[in-house]
């Protein structure tokens, strides 16, 4: 059996059912890690959530073996992973400190920058055309994220600039991705799994505190979410073009403000709101324009 597998027909109901499935499982992620707080410092609790998600990976070990049998995993695939893993490590501890400082509906609206960094990444990095669409979506990015911010307006937190660090960070990561996107999701799942949880050991080292029970069992519930939402996400991409699956992410952006208010007493700013809405239309306009310019490739 190939470590890739073949392409499956399209089921855009399904797609857009498991994307909205997605956006439950990572606000679920979001919710859980604010409700461990800043008990647990960030690159300790963000550690402990990857080794505690390690024994999730032995279902995909299978392809995972399969693609080292078959060579698949050669010096220059492993150093992109060794890139993907630091920039995503990166991501990840920026992303939990964010949470510890910001209001949930904040941190998921600065999320949706990832698509568009990625989009302008690819232009700069891997020589895709900036083509209008790209240049109108970053140019919408932009004022999403100024009417998030509102710089001038109020007092920039830590955390907001945690989150722009987020945002390239993961984009980063994605760039990288597309590299390796050939091969099994097991295996891509299992090689990033293993460099982060790696290359976060030694700055959880430096400021560990002992955690308590409740603790280890909130992170773990983090990797569970987390995994199960980048499973139902690939659920998603299969079973529908990015173009139809990509407006069902906005909802994630609705579950999170709810969250905030009813668990953590969070106010609901409209501004958020309004900016988060902006952005996750200028990622939609990158996908949109990216599944028609494929589709005249095909």
Same mark, same amino acid.
């Given at each position: 059996m ?11 109901v ?36 990857y ?26 695939v ?49 020589g ?10 970053v ?21 907001h ?28 799942? $299992?090689? @990033?799994?293993? =460099? /982060?949880? +790696?290359?976060? *050991?030694?700055?959880? %080292? #430096? ?33 529908a ?30 501004? $958020?709101? @309004?900016?988060? =809405? /902006?952005? +996750?239309?200028? *990622?939609?306009?990158? %996908? #949109? ?10």
């Open positions: 190939a470590a890739v597998d073949p392409p499956a027909p399209e089921r855009p399904a797609g857009i059912a498991w994307m909205v499935v997605t956006g439950f499982l990572f606000v679920g992620v979001t919710g859980t890690v604010k409700w461990v707080g800043d008990g647990v410092p960030p690159a300790q609790g963000a550690f402990l959530r080794l505690l998600g390690l024994p999730l990976l032995l279902p995909m070990l299978g392809a995972f073996g399969r693609a080292r049998r078959e060579g698949a995993l050669g010096a220059p492993l150093r992109l992973f060794a890139l993907r893993g630091a920039a995503h490590t990166g991501a990840v501890i920026l992303w939990f400190y964010a949470m510890t400082r910001i209001p949930i509906a904040e941190v998921t609206a600065m999320g949706y920058l990832t698509p568009v960094l990625t989009a302008v990444g690819a232009v700069l990095l891997l895709e055309r900036m083509t209008p669409a790209r240049a109108a979506a140019a919408a990015a932009l004022i999403g994220a100024t009417l998030i911010l509102r710089p001038g307006m109020r007092a920039l937190d830590p955390g600039l945690a989150m722009l660090g987020t945002s390239l960070g993961f984009a980063a990561s994605y760039l990288i991705l597309k590299r390796v996107s050939g091969l099994h999701p097991g295996v891509v799942v $299992v090689m @990033l799994s293993l =460099t /982060v949880t +790696v290359m976060l *050991a030694p700055f959880a %080292a #430096l400021d560990w505190v002992t955690p308590t029970p409740g603790q280890l069992a909130q992170l773990f519930l983090v990797a569970v979410l987390a995994t199960a939402g980048h499973y139902t996400m690939t659920l998603a991409f299969r079973a073009p990015v173009t139809v699956v990509q407006p069902a992410v906005f909802l994630q952006l609705v579950w999170a403000t709810i969250l905030g208010a009813l668990a953590f007493g969070e106010a609901v700013d409209p501004w $958020v709101i @309004l900016g988060g =809405t /902006v952005i +996750v239309a200028a *990622a939609s306009l990158v %996908a #949109l324009s990216e599944g028609r310019r494929a589709a005249r490739a095909r």
